[in-house]
């Protein structure tokens, strides 16, 4: 399950790495090797609850690890909207600014 507190850890570890006015990586990690894994993670997460969907319908799956399972989805899917949410708004901000 990705939730906000370890994205946001994530992120100031990305952060506190590198050096500089841009964005090159001092250990190899870069911003968007993090973003990748925190993005590998919510997909896994979303097809775990999938899956876990599944197998209760079939009857082979406890009731307790797919309502455990989807939760974990849908905060995963909340988070990841919210974040989407916000790039895009400091996107169009960025557009909005005078040359």
Partial sequence: MVNPVNAAAAYAATA???????MAPRDGASFGDALEEVAKEAVGSLQKGET????????????????????NAEVTLQTVTAVRDKVLNAYQEILRMPI
């Fill in 16 to 22: 506190a790495k590198t050096v500089g006015g841009g």
């Fill in 52 to 71: 876990m969907s599944a197998l209760a319908a079939v009857g082979k799956a406890d009731l307790t690890d797919v309502v455990q399972a989807v939760s």
